[in-house]
């Protein structure tokens, strides 16, 4: 059997970094997609073939509880394995075994603050549950997810996985059943992304250090984010874009002030603002990445304009409602 899943990518409206030691944070689901199809082989083997935002193609090969195989660069390996955990994961907890072919190919750029490497291990763990069952579990997506995830960075709150794995605006707490909130209308994001990229394992780790040292100072600061995050949701409930603008700015500072933002963030939320967005902020683990602006119909062409040109690929987005999904 041939099974296909796609996949969403994210955006965090608040309270990314303060989400990893339990404040509250708010995340959308947008309709930037990873791809996976899933097909039986006759052998026992798993080989997985990745084609990546820039064209590249990656692929591994795994046989007899080793990679034997690969072909693309230095680096397919470690791209390669965290999907590797999830196909074997979600094999594991569907207790079977198969030889499986893995083609992925993902509209997200990487390391962009997008969730992408999240979105591809939900997007894998789906389609070997199509091919296995004919239909999806959300519980297994999530587990399966999890432990890739947990590969590319220790201490992930799990944020990205849920909001891939299960679709529109959700308010994450760590250790706890995501709260689903729901708009009766769509706001619409600006996301740029400047190709300046970085590692989330590593902004996490310079943050927790920071907070570790001097916590007098920083621990004010999460508490500072978790109630803006509860704000915000009740900003955007109300439609209230001036309070929800003025709260995604705070957030970016706060940001700024555990040390993730880098100027040329700095530069461009600034324009953003000054065109006439609501707001506008990092969204991600930061360092490089992607900022979102808060816009609406009349705002938007002015906005989107004056971004352009400054960053390396722009995106108009709105909440898609739907998580993970055979296709
Ligand atoms: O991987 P990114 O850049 O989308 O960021 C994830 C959000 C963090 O809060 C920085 C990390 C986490 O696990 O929540």
């Known amino acids: 059997m041939v099974a296909k899943a796609i996949a969403p990518s994210k955006i965090i409206l608040s309270g990314e970094h303060f989400v990893v030691e339990g404040e509250p944070a708010l995340v959308a689901a947008i309709d930037i997609y990873a791809k996976c199809i899933?097909?039986?082989?006759?052998?026992?083997?798993?080989?997985?073939?990745?084609?990546?935002?820039?064209?590249?193609?990656?692929?591994?090969?795994?046989?007899?509880?080793?990679?034997?195989?690969?072909?693309?660069?230095?680096?397919?390996?470690?791209?390669?394995?965290?999907?590797?955990?999830?196909?074997?994961?979600?094999?594991?907890?569907?207790?079977?075994?198969?030889?499986?072919?893995?083609?992925?190919?993902?509209?997200?750029?990487?390391?962009?603050?997008?969730?992408?490497?999240?979105?591809?291990?939900?997007?894998?763990?789906?389609?070997?549950?199509?091919?296995?069952?004919?239909?999806?579990?959300?519980?297994?997506?999530?587990?399966?997810?999890?432990?890739?995830?947990?590969?590319?960075?220790?201490?992930?709150?799990?944020?990205?996985v849920t909001v891939s794995t299960f679709g529109g605006l959700i308010l994450y707490k760590k250790g706890e059943r995501p709260t689903f909130i729901k708009l009766n209308y769509k706001p619409i994001f600006i996301?740029?992304?400047?190709?300046?990229?970085?590692?989330?394992?590593?902004?996490?780790?310079?943050?927790?250090?920071?907070?570790?040292?001097?916590?007098?100072?920083?621990?004010?600061?999460?508490?500072?984010?978790?109630?803006?995050?509860?704000?915000?949701?009740?900003?955007?409930?109300?439609?209230?874009?001036?309070?929800?603008?003025?709260?995604?700015?705070i957030n970016h500072e706060l940001l700024s002030a555990i040390g993730v933002s880098i100027p040329k963030l700095d530069i461009i939320v600034n324009i953003a603002r000054k065109k006439g967005a609501y707001g506008a902020k990092l969204t991600g683990a930061g360092g490089g990445g992607s900022i979102i602006a808060l816009v609406d119909e009349s705002r938007l062409e002015k906005v989107k304009s004056s971004l352009e040109k400054r960053v390396k690929k722009l995106f108009i987005t709105s909440i898609a409602e739907d998580g993970v999904k055979i296709i």
């Open 38 to 160: 899933v097909e039986e082989r006759l052998d026992d083997d798993i080989r997985i073939e990745s084609k990546d935002y820039f064209g590249k193609i990656h692929v591994i090969k795994y046989s007899k509880n080793k990679i034997v195989d690969y072909a693309g660069d230095k680096t397919t390996k470690k791209i390669l394995r965290p999907i590797l955990i999830a196909v074997l994961k979600t094999l594991e907890f569907c207790e079977t075994k198969r030889g499986l072919d893995v083609y992925i190919e993902s509209d997200i750029p990487p390391s962009a603050g997008l969730g992408s490497s999240a979105a591809v291990a939900v997007a894998a763990s789906a389609s070997v549950l199509g091919e296995i069952k004919g239909n999806i579990d959300k519980e297994i997506i999530w587990k399966a997810a999890f432990e890739a995830e947990r590969i590319i960075h220790k201490n992930p709150s799990g944020i990205d």
């Open 191 to 249: 996301v740029g992304f400047i190709n300046k990229r970085a590692k989330t394992g590593k902004l996490v780790e310079k943050v927790l250090k920071l907070k570790k040292e001097i916590p007098s100072i920083i621990n004010p600061i999460y508490t500072s984010a978790g109630n803006l995050t509860i704000r915000l949701v009740e900003a955007l409930k109300n439609r209230d874009l001036h309070t929800a603008g003025l709260l995604l700015n």
